[in-house]
């Protein structure tokens, strides 16, 4: 499991949490720490969690570190990154070091760190998760409780329907937007979608995955459009 450690808010809270996590037969934790966490998350959290979960005996427990370039770099977030390592050194864990991915909220604000690639193709394993759509290894669970294999692109929900029932019965095929990525990509989606393609210009995305996250936001708001045009036209 990978956290942001934010449950590490109290110490006695973060120690139940962690004997629950342990109990429940997690293994492995890694705790995400960096540059672009601590904007959000004071960094007493993510210690308190990691302290909690190295206390209730889970296996292995780590720092999860997103950094532009690498450990020592010499861009301002990398440096910040450094150094709150150093602070964390007395905890005592190790920490697993991995490149930040150009999607989400670093497609807005460090754009210039990455590079272009082809939008062209079926998604197959590209950033944030790098999860194959036909396969995915990996989940998100929101705070709301929709599971992702991708971003925001849920398969179920987790307060609605149990986990393990979601993760055995997914099948891409039966999704029309998980099918159409599997074999197009977002470029599919576009096609399936005319009535707002012509606003989404290729020279504006980095990579699939940001096209892609795009796209479908634009159609969760269509979507959402719809449902409101029609509660009021039944309203009157």
Not at 3 to 21: D, F, Q, S, V, Y
Not at 103 to 131: H, V, W
């Amino acid at each position: 499991m990978l956290t942001n450690g934010i449950w590490g808010k109290e110490k006695a809270e973060a120690e139940r949490l962690a004997t629950k996590l342990k109990d429940s037969g997690l293994n492995i934790l890694g705790i995400s720490v960096d540059a672009f966490h601590l904007q959000f998350i004071p960094l007493a959290y993510p210690r308190n969690a990691a302290e909690a979960a190295v206390k209730a005996g889970i296996e292995k427990v780590t720092w999860n570190v997103a950094v532009l370039e690498s450990l020592g770099g010499a861009n301002h977030y990398d440096k910040l990154t450094d150094h709150i390592l150093e602070e964390l050194g007395p905890v005592g864990i190790d920490a697993h070091i991995h490149k930040v991915s150009a999607a989400g909220r670093a497609l807005q604000t460090i754009p210039e760190y990455f590079e272009k690639t082809s939008l062209d193709g079926p998604c197959e394993g590209e950033t944030p998760m790098e999860n194959t759509v036909k396969n995915p290894q990996s989940i998100t669970i929101e705070p709301c409780g929709d599971v992702d294999i991708c971003w925001h692109l849920s398969i179920g929900n987790a307060k609605a329907t149990p986990l393990s029932r979601i993760i055995s019965s997914y099948d891409w095929r039966k999704n029309s937007t998980t099918k159409v990525l599997a074999e197009e990509g977002p470029i599919g989606l576009l096609k399936r979608y005319k009535s707002f393609a012509g606003s989404f210009k290729k020279s504006a995305y980095l990579n699939k995955c940001h096209l892609c996250t795009e796209v479908r936001r634009a159609i969760e708001t269509e979507k959402t459009n719809l449902t409101r045009s029609f509660i009021a036209a039944r309203a009157t």
